[in-house]
């Protein structure tokens, strides 16, 4: 009885995570009216559910009176991750906020996996589960393509804020981001954002892709399709290329059987002079300089912090934990006019390296490393950094064996793959409709019992 109730609670949960960004936004409009913060009563709805379904999980789990002490090398590396944040918040006496905030974005999503993989999990849970992903897929990308097309107002009187392509810490998500430099809107459906909308999409994306491979219905091929076009609308290039890596694991069997090594060389050839084609004919879309050098610099800002700091700065120094304690901030180019921000006082504008908005304070702009490895090894140094990445390779490499046994475990592993390359170029963990999804969904096809060897690795 528990477990199904369980199960029923983490169905609901993965399936209203990609709306909680919109549904949020409209009720904190409803009930403390417009241009406020979304309300934290109302954002908290996710972690109240995740913690009843784990502690549901714990209920089961003593429920057994022999509890399984035993633990493989997955919860090595969490446990060891866990030990270190607290062992750098105590040395640096990191702010409590600040730490809980690291932690939730970080950690709690390991942590639910830690639990929820202690418990079982049924083939019907399995099977429903993607039922609903691939529908919710559906609503989600269909709402996004049409609110391309929506005006502004639309969004103004849902509760978003006209701050276009701004992050306001203390206000309202903006209603739409657009091209740095153009007029072109990227979608982000019920979403935070343009970026968390493409990530997401990857989940249901792995599982069209696997379901289209074994059966092409009609039907299939039209959910594909319609994802596909959302996730080209978000402009989401870290999406993209993940995207991109799940086609070709897919297609790489069929290849390796019915492709010469010439047609290789030419396919690689053909797919070069494609990619430079679209880069020369739409710059502005694809290429994106300065979005592009920030995604080189941060980086390597990053390795030199890890390198001055390689015991880290604690919880919440880097990444979207640090967004919520600082300022909002703006980097235009020296040549760029920065007369548009004076409708918004309080955003920090900065010409180069030079602030030049507001005047009579110095403001404090969070680090983001457009990588999620770096951001751990800033926040955990090198040793954290070390065992987050082992703890990746090492779900793949188990969702492969899955794989090998179970052939709807493809899916898993694609969809893990795919946000695991998209966060070398971003923040691909931050939404809590990817973390808190993605990490459940592992623990169902990743549970202990699956394994009679404890550390046998």
């Known amino acids: 009885m528990l477990q199904r109730v369980r199960e029923w609670l983490t169905l609901v949960l993965i399936a209203l995570l990609p709306f909680h960004a919109l549904a949020v936004t409209v009720l904190t409009k409803i009930i403390a009216g417009p241009g406020h913060a979304p309300l934290s009563v109302l954002a908290g709805w996710k972690e109240a559910l995740l913690g009843i379904i784990l502690l549901i999980a714990i209920i089961e789990w003593a429920k057994k009176r022999s509890w399984n002490i035993s633990i493989d090398w997955l919860d090595v590396l969490i446990l060891i991750l866990v ?16 730490a809980l905030l690291g932690f939730k974005y970080d950690l709690l999503p390991l942590a639910a996996f830690f639990v929820a993989r202690r418990v079982g999990w049924s083939a019907w849970f399995l099977e429903v589960l993607m039922t609903v992903i691939l529908w919710v897929g559906g609503i989600v990308a269909v709402y996004g393509i049409v609110s391309f097309f929506l005006p502004p107002q639309f969004f ?15 206000g309202p998500l903006a209603a739409f981001q657009q091209i740095g430099g153009l007029n072109v809107n990227r979608i982000q459906g019920p979403m935070s954002g343009p970026n968390q909308l493409g990530i997401w999409l990857l989940i249901p994306i792995s599982i069209a892709l696997l379901r ?15 994802l596909l076009i959302a996730l080209l609308m978000t402009f989401c290039r870290a999406a993209w290329v993940a995207t991109f890596v799940m086609l ?31 880069a020369a004919l739409f710059p502005g879309e694809l290429v994106r300089v300065s979005s592009t050098r920030g995604h080189l610099e941060h980086p390597l800002q990053a390795v030199q912090m890890m390198i001055a700091h390689p015991f880290g700065q604690g919880l919440g120094s880097a990444g979207p934990a640090s967004n919520h304690v600082s300022d909002a901030c703006v980097l235009l180019r020296p040549q760029d006019d920065p007369s548009w921000a004076k409708s918004q006082p309080n955003l920090c504008v900065f010409l180069g390296d030079t ?19 770096l951001q751990i090894g800033v926040e955990l140094g090198w040793i954290g950094f070390v065992v987050y990445l082992a703890l990746i390779v090492l779900v793949l490499v188990r ?12 899916a898993f592993f694609l969809m893990f793959l795919g946000i695991s390359v998209a966060a070398l170029f971003l923040h691909a963990w931050e939404d809590a409709a990817v973390a808190y999804g993605a990490w459940m969904m592992l623990a169902a096809v990743l549970r202990h019992d699956r394994r009679s060897a404890p550390m046998e690795d």
């Open 156 to 170: 103004y009187a849902l509760g978003y804020s006209d701050a276009t392509s701004l992050y306001i810490p203390n």
């Open 248 to 278: 070709l694991i897919i297609v790489y069997p069929w290849l390796r059987n019915h492709s010469s090594r010439r047609m290789w060389y030419g396919g690689a050839f053909t797919l070069l002079v494609l990619v430079f084609a679209a």
């Open 355 to 373: 602030q030049v908005q507001p005047m009579n304070r110095v403001c404090q702009c969070p680090f983001l490393p457009e990588n999620w490895y």
């Open 212 to 226: 289209v491979q074994k059966k092409a219905g009609a039907k299939l091929w039209a959910l594909l399709i319609i």
């Open 83 to 98: 030990i270190l944040t607290a062992t750098i918040s105590d040395v640096l006496h990191t702010g409590r906020s600040l």
């Open 399 to 410: 969702l492969t064996r899955i794989h090998e046994v179970h052939g709807e475990g493809m």
